[in-house]
C-alpha cells in the first residue's frame, strides 16, 4: 500500500508538469495532443518491445482498451484547450472537478451504491470552481472546456480500474494511446479545417518540449498511476491527483507571473478544493488504519 501511493504521488508531481508544457508549446491544442499521443506510442513500443512486456491481444480486447485510449484523448484536447483559452491556474483547478465526475460515474458504471462522503468532499471542489467561474469571467470559455475535460479524466480512470484487473499495464498503456493516436488522426483533416495552421510541424523548442511531455509526463506518469490503481480506489486516485494545481500554479506563478491575472475569488476557490483534498486524504489513513491489525 506504502508503494502504490509512493508510485501515485510521484506520478502526480509529473502531472503537474503538463500543464506547464501546454502553455510553453506554442502549437494549437490539436496538433499539441496529435504529437504527443505520436511519440508516446512509437517510444512505448520501443521500450516494451525491448523489455518484452508488449503482449498481442485479441481484437475485442484492443477496440475495448482502444476505446478508453479515445476517452483520454478527448480529456487531453479539452484540457489543452482551457489552457489556451485561459492560463495554466484555471485549467489545472478545473481538473479538480474529476473527483465529482468520479464519485457519480464510479458507481454508475461498477453498479455499487453511491458514497456520501464522497459526494460531500466532491462538492466542495465544486464550490470552489463556481467561485472562479462566478469572479473571473474573462475565462469562462476556458473553464466550460476544463470541466468537459475533468468529465473525461473522470472516465478514463473508472475504465482503466477495470481494464488493470484483466491486462498489464505495459499493453493497457500502449494500447490505449496507440488506438487514441489512430482516432485523433481521423480526425485532424476535419479539425485542421476548422482551425488552421500556419505550419503542421512543431518549431525546434517545442519538439524539445514535446519529447519532455511525452517520455516523462506521459510514459512514466501513467505507469506509476496505473500500478496504483492496483491498489487504491479510482476515486481517492483522481482525487490524490487534486494536489497537481499546488505544482503547476506554483511554476505558473513563477514562469508566467499568472497571480497578476487572476482576481481573489481564485483563490477562495482554490482553498475550498484544498479542503476537499485534505479532508479525503484524513480519511483514507482513518480507513487504512482500521483495516490493518493491531499487533
Known sequence: MKKAFLQLHLSVFLAGFTGILGKLITMNEGLLVWYRLLFTAVTMYVLFRIQ?????????????IGGTGCVVMLHWLFFYGSV??????IAVVCFS????????FDPLINRRRFDKT???LSMLTLAGILLIFHFDTQYRT??????????????????????????????ITFYELGVGFVGLSLLMPFYLRAFPVESFLPSAMDLVYLLILAWFCTVLMYNLSMNALKKISAFTVNLCFNLEPLYSIILAFILFQENKLLQGGFYAGLGLILLSVVLQMLRVMRQHRRSVPSA
Open 97 to 104: 472537478l474529476t473527483s465529482l465526475f468520479t464519485a457519480i
Open 118 to 120: 464522497e459526494m460531500l
Open 84 to 89: 489556451k483559452y485561459a492560463n495554466v491556474s
Open 52 to 64: 518484452g512486456k508488449l503482449k498481442r491481444l485479441p481484437l475485442p480486447a484492443i477496440l475495448r
Open 142 to 171: 476556458g473553464i466550460i472546456l476544463g470541466i468537459f475535460s475533468s468529465m473525461f479524466c473522470a472516465l478514463f480512470t473508472v475504465f482503466n480500474k477495470r481494464l488493470v484487473v484483466k491486462y498489464d499495464t505495459a499493453s
